[in-house]
Structure formats: C-alpha cells, structure tokens
C-alpha cells in the first residue's frame, strides 16, 4: 500500500544522516509522545519533535498508528 | 480445522481469534504495531494506565455482547459495572437519567415518534427531535451522543437512537475492566496463545493474493497461505491492501467518527464512583468518567484519573481542544488538576470507523474474507458493537 504522499510539518536533521519528519496525516493521538524517553515531543492536534532533545532512538516511528513520523532524505 | 489469518490485533481481531482458536482451528494475528490492543489497550505514561483509544469503558458492562463472549471463551477478567450508571450534571446539580426524569413534553414527543416509526417507517434523524423540546432533553442528548459515539443529532436516524435505547434497557450501562483495557487484551492473549494461535507484532501484512473471488494467503515480507482471512482494519484500508477498485470506492465512502480524550491527574476524587458524568451544558466535553473508583491501580499513588471525552465538531481541531480545555478549567475550578496527554482521533486512527448507523456489514466481495472490529458492528455499539459484529459472524461461518 502506498502512503500518501507526506506534507512534512515538522523536520529535523540529526547526526547527519537522516532526517525525521511528522507528515500531515498525524491524528494527535500521542502514542509518540507517550513512549518517547526524552519527553521530546509534545502533541496537541497534531506532534512537535524538540530536535534538541531527541536521542534518534526511533521508539517513536515504532508505535504511531499511521506511519505519520517518517524518515526522508 | 481450518488456517486462519487475522489482519491486525485489536479487540476486533483477538476475539474472533479466540472464539476460532477455541473451536480447534489454527489461528495466526499479524499486526503492524509493537504491541497488541489497538484502540483498546493501556499505554503507561507517568504511573497511569492512560488507554491507546476507549475510555476504560465498555458499554454494557458485563451484560452485553462482549462481556457474554468473554464468558463464552473462558475469559476470567473482571468487570465492574458502573453504579450508578450515568448522571448529569445540570444547573449545579447532578441529576439522573433514567425515563422518568425527563420532562413529558420530550417523553411524550418520544412515544410519537416511535408510533410514527412502528405505524409509517418514518425515519428522521435526530435533529428534527430536538426541535422544540425543552433545553435539559436537548443539551442531554447532545451529550449522550458526543460521548457514546462523537457524533450530533443530525448524524444519526431515530431507529438507530432507539436499538441504542433499547439496548441499555436490556443490557444495562456500562462497566469498567479491573485493570483497564489492557486486562482483555491479555486475556484474550492468553487464550489464544493457551491454543497455539499466534500473535506475531511488527508483522505488517502488506496484501492480500487471491484468485477470483477466493482469497487465499496473505503478503508479509514472504507470501502465506491460508483457507479464511479476517481483516481488523476496516473495509477501506482491506479493499486498499486488496487493490479492489471497486471495492476501494464502495468503501472509501465510510465516514469515521473524531474525537479527543483528555487524560487528567487528581489528587481528590471528581466524579467519585464509577458512572458516567454528562455534561450537558458544557461547550465541547460531553461526559467524563474517573476509572480509578473501579481500579485504584489505574493511577498512582492514591491519585485518581478522570477522562473527558468530546466530539470534534468543526474542522479546526486546536480551536476544539481549546474548547475543550476551557470546558475543563470552568468544570474543575475547584479542583487542584493536571492535564497529562490530549489525544485526538480521526481518519486512519479514529473513534470509529463508520458514523453510527452506517454499517455495511461483515461482508466483502471474496467469499473466505470478512471484516472484524469497528469497521463491521452488529447492533450494539462501541466494543459491545464489535462483539455482537464477530458473534453474527460466527453463526454464519458454522
Ligand atoms: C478516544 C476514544 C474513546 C473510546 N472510548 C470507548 C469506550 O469507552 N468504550 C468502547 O467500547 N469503545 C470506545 N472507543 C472505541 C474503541 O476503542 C474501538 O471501537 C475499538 O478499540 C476498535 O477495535 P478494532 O479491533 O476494531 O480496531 P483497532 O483497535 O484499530 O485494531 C486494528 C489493528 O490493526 C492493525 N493494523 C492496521 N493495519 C495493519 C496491517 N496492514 N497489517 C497488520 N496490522 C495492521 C493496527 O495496528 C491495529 O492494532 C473509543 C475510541 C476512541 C478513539
Ligand atoms: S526518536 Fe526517540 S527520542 Fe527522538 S522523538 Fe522519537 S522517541 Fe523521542
Ligand atoms: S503517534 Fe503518529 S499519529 Fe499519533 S501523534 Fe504521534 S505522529 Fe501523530
């Protein structure tokens, strides 16, 4: 199944290598920002990555419900 | 004995897998997710069991479709049903909401409409019911709606409002899993597993082979053979990993219902036992109800956990949880609280699949794949819904 294609609201580069980003679809349901051992991000409608915070563990790509946080080049 | 694959590992898919299980076939869940549940299991977060999606709640209690098939498969969880079931709270007061406590006018006007339904099938939604009827039946029902099922009076006809009456006068209210959501999930986990079925997470299945109108495996990364396949994701997401077009635009015009919860700490009891509270007269948030009367573990340290549900009713969702959180400061104004997660839901990951009174049924155009879950309830709504859907499904698979 193809995803749609992403409008990227948030972005973020760490480590220099790949680049985490919360596409358009995300419903807010927080499951990130609930699992996140850095307390990096914060949700209201939709979620905020403090790149600043972010250890890149990727916990939370794991458990969003819609593949809303994606890797991008 | 049949090769059973259940696409997904909510409630949807786990009690089907365990009624099959039971019955001696071969079941194996795949679900994309780390961990099993769905919409319908905890996820810790600062010593609270805060929930993936429902409110802890289920909403016949042990009476219902889901508490009876629990029973059934040998399920030992307990539930408590909640005393009193529902109040409201009006003008200051908290007010019960049982027939009787409406004003005749609505009561009247109630009994009309079901002899106009019964005599000419007359079926109107329910906004034309709320015209004219005192403000308290009105605001009350608003309420009832946005909590049970988040929607208004104009998404639903009179006939679906009343099996749903019909429902809580036979089943009773809700009740409240010891332990939370996440208590039914591993039941269910256990028996299933006590079966040799299998649970395997961070399975995505990616298609669905067929030939004809025959399914007859499942893609992962490796294809998978199997004699009946029962889907937990709902019509579209199944007619998309199909690639049926047509079945994807029969499907695709399922509406889905959105909400937000906000999960809230106190350290003094709210509500203060294990009902439901309407809101009535709040802007957005339609109910609430504090599960830690039912199960102090749900929070801790002697803390409590109240949960506010509401609609989502335009289409900017921060204007809503605005609202919503200042139907929450004026409501708890007198209470020392925390709002520890907003969570909202819709589109992919919503409150339900298909509006209320929308359903398709169980169905599909392959004759060895059937839909589960929230995209194919029976007469009953919520999970109770879901439970009646698979219980219909399992006579006609017989
Ligand atoms: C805020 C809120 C409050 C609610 N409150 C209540 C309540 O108090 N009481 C009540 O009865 N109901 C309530 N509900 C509704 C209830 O939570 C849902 O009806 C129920 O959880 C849906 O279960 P399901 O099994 O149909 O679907 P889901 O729980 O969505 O399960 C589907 C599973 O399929 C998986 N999946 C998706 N795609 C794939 C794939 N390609 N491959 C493998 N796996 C896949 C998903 O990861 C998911 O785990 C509430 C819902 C919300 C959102
Ligand atoms: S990658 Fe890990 S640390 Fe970074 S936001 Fe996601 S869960 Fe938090
Ligand atoms: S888990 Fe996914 S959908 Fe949920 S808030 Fe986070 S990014 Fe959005």
Redesign the interface.
Known sequence: ?DLPIANFLTQQRRHNTEMMAVAN?C?????C???CPEEAIN????AEIDREKCSDCKRCM??C??EAIRLVE | MMKVAIIGAGLGGLLSAAILSEEGNSVDIYDR???SG?RFTN?P?KGFQ?S??ALHMIPHGNRGPLGKILKQVGSKVEIEDSKPEGLALWEGELKTVRRKDFPRGSRNKMIKWYLLHKIFRRDRTLDKFEEGIDTFTANFLRSFLGWSLSITPSDIKFSKFLSIVKNVEKFGGPGIPIGGCKAIIDSLTEIIKSNDGTVNL?KKV??IFFSNDIVEGIKLKEKLKYDLILSNIGHD?TA??LGDEEYIRRASKLQPSSGVKFSIALEEPFIGNTGVLFTPELKRISGLNEVTNADPNLAPGGKHLLMAHQAVLTSN??YE?NLGLSDLKELLKNYKYEVI??????????VNRIKAGNDIGYRTPYKNLYIVGDGAKGDCIEVDGIAAGIRNLMRDLV
């Not at chain 1, 949700?43 to 939709?46: A, C, R, T």
């Open positions: 199944m679809y419903v807010g349901c927080a499951f920002m609930l699992v949700v209201l409608g939709n794991r458990y419900p819609v | 997710l780390p961990f769905g996820i977060y805060l993936t999606g961070r990616e298609g997401l998309r990993i969702l921060k949880i997660a907003i969570q909202s839901y819709s589109n992919g990951w919503p």
